[in-house]
């Protein structure tokens, strides 16, 4: 979680049908699977033509009808994160690097009540603090290259891991009755991108920058690096 001192939601914005004309191509992984790293196929059970706006819209449609669908229908959220074809082409305008942090947090959408969908783009071998979900759900897809979910549980005053996952595509599901987690990017050179679904939105989560100390935390406040494609400038 980026540690800043101020938190912004804007109002719900329909997105542009305009992107930026000039995508990133994933590389290949060195010494790894070739495969590694490029974005996922068109899943078969999702028309080629659906978009990120036909995603957002169907996300706002099915929380909006019930607004507690993320508890009572996870598998339904998380298998249309599977379905969903990753476009990098339309990705690229959400996609931003920033090489004096470990990650930057860039919201796609969101209704300010029950839910926020943001790519995460994960500089080399960064990782985010472990961290707490002040929320009913988490979802993360791997867009490219590989992530890391590293899952840890209090015992004995001591956060002890009991999980530790590269996943190269796929989606994976996390709320705190799972435990805590951090998540990153285990290779030493190339870059990262997930996709993440949280519902509702949040602004605050608990942090822990030692592991050997459980009961030491700290408030994290959950800002972005861009909205909607643009730069967040914060005062």
């Known amino acids: 979680m980026e540690n800043n001192t101020n938190s912004r939601y804007k109002p719900k914005r329909i997105m542009e049908a305009t992107v930026m004309a ?21 899943a078969p059970k999702v028309a080629a033509k659906m978009d990120l706006a036909q995603l957002v819209e169907t996300l706002e449609r099915e929380l909006g009808q019930d607004p507690e669908l993320a508890i009572k229908h996870k598998p339904k959220l998380q298998q249309l994160l599977e379905d969903f074809p990753v476009d990098m082409e339309e990705m690229q305008r959400f996609a931003h690097f920033d090489s004096s942090r470990n990650y930057t947090r860039n919201l796609i959408s969101t209704d300010n009540d029950t839910y926020a969908l943001m790519l995460l783009c994960w500089n080399p071998g960064k990782y985010s603090p472990v961290h707490d979900h002040p929320t009913d759900g988490c979802w993360v897809k ?29 989606v994976t599901y996390m709320d705190d009755s799972f435990g805590l987690h951090k998540v990153g990017n285990p290779h030493a050179e190339m870059k990262a991108i997930s996709m993440h679904l949280y519902s509702p939105p949040y602004e605050k989560c608990r942090v822990w920058f030692n592991t050997e100390d459980a009961n030491k935390s700290s408030v994290s406040i959950a800002n972005y690096y861009t909205e909607y494609g643009e730069k967040v400038e914060y005062s």
């Open 22 to 42: 000039t995508p990133t191509t994933p590389q290949t992984l060195l010494a790894m699977d070739p495969s590694v790293g490029k974005p996922e196929a068109t």
């Open 142 to 170: 791997v867009v490219q290259g590989v992530v890391n979910e590293v899952r840890y549980e209090k015992v004995d005053g001591k956060l002890v891991e009991t999980s530790n996952v590269a996943l190269t595509s796929g």
